[in-house]
């Protein structure tokens, strides 16, 4: 059988050579590796539940006295970052509501006014198209009067030429046919008594 020294075991290179030499500086002895595994000996259950309730302890004091509060720290801080955050985002969601009802508002106001102004110079429009259709009326009657008079001379004046041509035409066919001019006076009496009839 070998026996381990604590100087072969810190030499050996072996992973499990660093709980030996833990066991030996607590005062296990090296024989009690050499046969079978310490673990799993009988006698050796009692210090190893006394190590486990040691460590037990040790552990749970650091878990409970550094590590736990340093996680509930943490934990705390991110749950009030949390907090922070969705309240700054209620507020800009609260503002940005407001922002969007502020600018329906607006929105809605601007478009009443312009249906507004655009009924007023609809209906401005529409005035002076009246106005302007009673000035052009107007102008027009006075032109279709003035057209009336001007067709009137116009016609007179036609109807007088007609006359002296028909003296003329009368007296032209009288000569032929009786062979001697009769006078205007005659002629201008006998035209009128035609036209007249």
């Known amino acids: 059988m070998r026996i381990l020294s604590p100087a072969s075991l810190l030499c050996s290179g072996s992973w499990r050579s660093g709980f030996w ?3 030996l500086a607590l005062g296990f002895p090296a024989e009690a590796f050499a046969a079978t ?7 050796m259950f009692p210090p190893q539940i006394v190590w486990l309730v040691i460590s037990f302890v040790v552990l749970y004091i650091l878990m409970a006295k550094v590590a736990l509060p340093r996680i509930g720290e943490v934990l705390e801080e991110r749950q009030n970052r949390v907090d922070d955050n ?16 502020a600018y329906e508002k607006a929105l809605s106001e ?23 259709q009673t000035e052009l009326s107007e102008k027009l009657k006075a032109t279709v009067l003035q057209s009336e008079k001007e067709i009137a001379a116009s016609k ?30 005659t002629l201008a009496k006998a035209v009128d008594s035609f036209s007249d009839a």
Request: aromatic residues 0%; hydrophobic residues 50%; charged residues 30%.
């Open 21 to 23: 030499v833990l066991a």
């Open 37 to 43: 595994l310490p673990q799993l000996e009988v006698a």
């Open 86 to 101: 969705l309240a700054k985002a209620q507020t800009l969601n609260d503002a940005a509501e407001t922002a969007k009802e």
């Open 110 to 132: 601007a478009r009443s006014k312009a249906q507004g102004d655009l009924r007023a110079v609809r209906e401005r429009a529409d005035r002076e198209a009246a106005n302007q």
């Open 156 to 185: 007179a004046e036609a109807i007088a030429g007609v006359r002296d041509v028909a003296v003329d035409v009368a007296g032209v066919i009288v000569e032929k046919l009786i062979g001697e001019a009769p006078g205007k006076a």
